[in-house]
């Protein structure tokens, strides 16, 4: 197997596996790696569950033109922004997830890091969430606040919408995105407890 078969069939277990286990649904998500100067990325209404290796559509990174027949996925200029922006990022995955989807909801006093250090592994696996502000989704508005809010944060959840998460290869942009899920969805029920609950610096005396 070459390095491009690696890439691809991770994209596309990872993208099954999200789907498998309602983390995604319909074509509402987008998944994309880079290999050789290249975005391979799912194109336009495709669904991760029933991925191939023609699904994605090809782009080049350095001016962001479309190769081929296949229509990349409107959410291609954040993919392309964190590959440019944010050097040792090689795949980018973006979901609505439940849970992250409704902590993008609420307000909170440091939209650079949104999610409570209520265990340690969404820092360890991911590090700081930042939240960026509304605006349609594959609008230029919102590309224009993601690249705005791109350089404070790791991960990302876009108000209303969903999680945008980038990793040094594609399993660890999946790892990431699934820590930071799971994260959102232990933060949104200690929130709905009302417990006070202490976050993780807290415990250890250390500050952020």
């Known amino acids: 197997m070459n390095e491009w078969e690696e890439k691809i069939q991770q994209a596309i277990w990872s993208a099954r596996s999200l789907f498998e286990r309602g983390k995604v649904s319909g074509s509402a998500a987008n998944l994309s790696f880079l290999h050789a100067g290249k975005i391979y990325i799912t194109a336009s209404g495709t669904c991760f569950g029933r991925l191939t290796p023609e699904d994605f559509a090809v782009v080049s990174l350095a001016d962001g033109t479309v190769e081929g027949s296949r229509k990349p ?33 609420l307000s909170h006093p440091d939209p650079a890091d949104v999610i409570p250090d209520h265990t340690p592994y969404l820092k360890m696996k991911l590090g700081r969430v930042g939240l960026v502000p509304y605006a349609p989704p594959g609008s230029a508005e919102l590309f224009a606040a993601f690249e705005q809010y791109l350089d404070g944060s790791d991960g990302f959840l876009l108000a209303h919408h969903g999680a945008v998460v980038g990793g040094k290869s594609v399993l660890d942009a999946f790892y990431a995105l699934e820590e930071l899920d799971e994260a959102a969805r232990v933060a949104w029920a200690v929130r709905q407890s009302g417990e006070p609950i202490p976050e993780i610096d807290a415990l250890t005396g250390s500050g952020k």
Do not use: N
Request: aromatic share 16%.
């Open 73 to 105: 996925s409107k959410e291609l200029p954040l993919h392309r922004m964190y590959y440019l922006r944010k050097p040792g990022v090689t795949a980018v995955i973006h979901t609505h997830g439940f849970y992250s989807v409704m902590w993008s909801m």
